[in-house]
């Protein structure tokens, strides 16, 4: 087992995990006042998702309070993300990983856990096909009390928000300013863990935070949705990790508009994203002409998109539930183009003010 897991003091990694962090930033647009809308690319971790920045301090939490020992065995129910996170860490860690899933997951990222050695769990899903999330805990629960297995609980513990501290420490030693942080919210780490060290590092940032329509975290009747890796559908108790005082605004965003701004995202920038990115920044580009002159936003982009080629980036997948809306995919277009060319109007006005 390794010692150690931090990032590797040479210029070759001894460890897969030792490059995690350090992920790129990319401005999708701006304005002619000069406000800007960035993406922290997540997607460019081991395992293209930010979940195994959280993955990892969960499991040094254990080891070191003595939950998890040598030659153990972590059970987790998980949509995806945070499975691969700790899949990667357990086979790097010589840990036994069992992942409680359903089929609202991906399927590449089931395949991608097993290829790691992780062993799957499956619990049928609703009459809906969402998330059985209330389920996968249960079952979870009960293979961890009926083995002894360390059971993360990724909804409630600390070490969860707390792996997002260097994120946070990222974002200040890049940026000059930080305005706006969007993100979905999910088990809270990322978008609370990361609002929470902004904070105390002295950054005065204001949090908005998305989840799907139908999702309980920002109250309001449940329902189903399509988006993975964000939400809590009816029944689910919110976990502690969501910390509603470093959420300074909520905002349901459906499965149309999140999937609608992930496809366009990929053909303007070459960028697969998922669907919670999506939505997120969805958001942000509504808000883009909204904010002071001058801000910057910075989406938080969970992970990559191609773990999601067989549903949200294909056709006849979204046209089968409804979630198909061309129109949809060009207004977006002209919103993304019209924000383009107010840069150029603003630029030939200045242009002007000088000749004269």
Not at 179 to 188: P, Q
Not at 201 to 229: K, R
Request: charged content about 20%; some cysteine; glycine content about 12%.
């Amino acid at each position: 087992m390794l010692t150690t897991i931090s990032r590797s003091t040479t210029a070759i990694a001894d460890h897969a995990s030792a490059l995690v962090g350090d992920t790129p930033l990319l401005e999708l647009t701006r304005t002619g006042s000069g406000t800007r809308l960035l993406l922290k690319l997540e997607q460019f971790n081991p395992t293209g998702s930010g979940k195994i920045r959280m993955a990892r301090q969960m499991i040094l939490a254990a080891e070191r309070t003595g939950r998890l020992r040598p030659g153990g065995h972590i059970v987790e129910p998980t949509s995806g993300n945070t499975g691969l996170g700790l899949a990667m860490i357990a086979l790097e860690r010589g840990y036994r990983f069992t992942a409680v899933v359903d089929s609202h997951a991906a399927r590449d990222k089931l395949r991608v856990m097993a290829a790691m050695g992780a062993e799957l769990v499956l619990v049928d899903g609703d009459s809906t096909g969402g998330p059985s999330t209330v389920e996968r805990r249960r079952v979870a629960d009960e293979i961890a009390a009926r083995t002894g297995a360390f059971r993360p609980d990724q909804h409630n513990n600390p070490a969860n928000n707390d792996g997002y501290t260097e994120l946070a420490g990222e974002l200040v030693d890049a940026l000059d300013r930080i305005d706006y942080l969007v993100g979905a919210v999910g088990t809270g780490g990322s978008l609370c863990g990361t609002t929470r060290e902004l904070r105390r590092l002295g950054v005065p940032v204001t949090t908005i935070g998305v989840e799907p329509v139908g999702s309980i975290i920002f109250g309001g009747p449940g329902g189903s949705y399509w988006q993975t890796g964000a939400g809590s559908p009816p029944g689910f108790t919110v976990g502690s990790n969501v910390d509603y005082s470093c959420i300074d605004e909520g905002v349901p965003i459906g499965d149309v508009a999140a999937f609608t701004t992930a496809r366009v995202v990929a053909r303007r920038t070459g960028l697969l994203i998922g669907g919670t990115a999506g939505a997120a920044i969805s958001l942000a580009l509504r808000r883009l002409a909204l904010v002071p002159a001058g801000s910057t936003i910075v989406v938080l982009v969970c992970d990559a998109g191609e773990k999601y080629l067989d549903t949200m980036y294909d056709d006849d997948w979204l046209r089968a539930r409804g979630l198909l809306d061309e129109a949809a995919h060009r207004r977006l277009h002209r919103l993304l183009d019209a924000y383009a060319d107010s840069v150029d109007i603003a630029a030939a006005d200045l242009c002007r003010k000088a000749g004269a």
